[in-house]
């Protein structure tokens, strides 16, 4: 996306699930607007192997501009697609270099949802034009939208520490999307997630938004797309595994289909509890290799941050406990269907003995 002809901008994320997977080469194929492969530039030194395994998709289209409050969205937009399902929406919204006009448009965004309805359809149509390339294709109703505001690095006029002494408060209220005053325990948490590169950037991150002062901001933005797909992404795993979850105990409390079908209905049961097991593990997979945090240090930190602020670890977490909770519901009904197909082959072998009896005694 082009650089913002003034001193500032916005960039509006919204992330969305359309799929278990997609093929991105075949989806550069079957698109007819520019793309390119999304590596990062390394915008400072690094070992080349810092980099998204495979490179998500970057498409840029043209669009109507889009009424934000007193703000309107560049005549573009860019869409990122990752290999494991997602598409990532971004508008850019041109700003001047003052924290009070970048509080009122963090505060207008955050009441907006024109923006998140048309990145949706937007989402909506890419998949559709891909749909010979994506695995189980399905718009998730779970989506995440965040906002990073880019500013000059001169406002820190070389003294990051007075810039933030002085403008703390207002930082704070962009980051949080509150024009209310703010406590100093909660601008101190707001706060609280800083990285510096060098003396004359600073990048502040919170899980609603963030804002990056430094003049060649590209990687660091790149990746807090990512941290954004990420928890997008344990969002929608953890609500597939709460719906596998119900899933199990009616399936565990089904009498009556056992024993009309016996073994077939739990065969079927473990059939479909193994497959989820298996695409939730292939979706941890792929989103831990997509980006390995090592190589670029100050890369890997904002990734690092950025999940610590989303509670990725905690999402993690969460998802594990039900995969071993889905774990011992597998076990259980493995034990069920063992002990059912005995059950079914002593029946079998008593009847064979009657009917071995009865043809002796007709012999007779």
């Known amino acids: 996306m082009a ?9 509006a994320l919204f992330a ?15 698109i007819h607007e520019p793309s390119t492969e999304g590596k990062l ?24 501009p889009l009424r934000v ?16 399902g997602a598409v990532l929406v971004s508008y850019a919204i041109e700003l001047g270099a003052e924290l009070e006009e970048c509080l009122e448009l963090s505060c207008a965004l955050a009441a907006d949802t024109s923006l998140e309805q048309a990145a949706r359809a937007r989402a909506v149509a890419l ?30 006029g070389n003294d990051v520490e007075r ?6 408060a207002a930082l704070a209220g962009i980051l949080r999307a509150e024009r209310a005053a703010l406590s100093r325990e909660v601008q101190t948490d707001a706060l609280s997630v800083r990285l510096q590169y060098g003396p004359d950037d600073l990048t502040l991150v ?4 963030a804002v990056v002062l430094d003049d060649q901001p590209e990687d660091v933005l790149r990746v807090l797309e990512y941290a954004n797909v990420q928890l997008l992404e344990m969002r929608f795993l953890d609500a597939q595994l709460d719906g596998a979850l119900e899933d199990s105990y009616r399936s565990l409390t089904r009498r009556e289909a056992r024993h009309l079908l016996g073994p077939l209905a739990l065969r079927r049961d473990l059939r479909r509890l193994s497959s989820m097991q298996l695409e939730a593990a292939f979706l941890f997979e792929r989103l831990g290799n997509t980006l390995k945090v090592s190589g670029d240090q100050f890369l890997a930190r904002v990734l690092r941050q950025a999940g610590a602020r989303f509670r990725l670890q905690e999402w993690n977490d969460a998802a594990q406990r039900k995969l071993a909770a889905l774990d011992n519901v597998y076990d259980k009904l493995h034990d069920d269907a063992s002990t059912l197909r005995a059950e079914v082959l002593e029946v079998l072998i008593v009847l064979l003995i009657v009917f071995e009896i009865v043809l002796s005694l007709a012999g007779d």
Do not use: M, N
């Open 69 to 84: 409050g007193k703000w309107s969205t560049g005549l573009t937009c860019e869409l990122v697609l990752f290999e494991f």
């Open 163 to 168: 810039f933030l002494a002085e403008q703390g």
């Open 3 to 11: 650089p913002s002809s003034k001193s500032g901008e916005c960039r």
């Open 206 to 209: 919170d899980w609603h938004a």
């Open 127 to 156: 998949a559709k034009a891909i749909d010979a390339h994506v695995t189980k294709p399905g718009l998730a109703e779970v989506f995440e939208d965040y906002s990073v505001f880019r500013l000059p690095a001169t406002l820190l």
């Open 16 to 30: 969305f699930d359309v799929a278990q997977s997609i093929d991105l080469a075949g989806a550069a194929r079957a």
């Open 41 to 64: 530039g390394h915008t400072h030194p690094a070992p080349a192997y810092f980099q998204f395994r495979p490179p998500p998709l970057r498409i840029v289209q043209r669009c109507e």
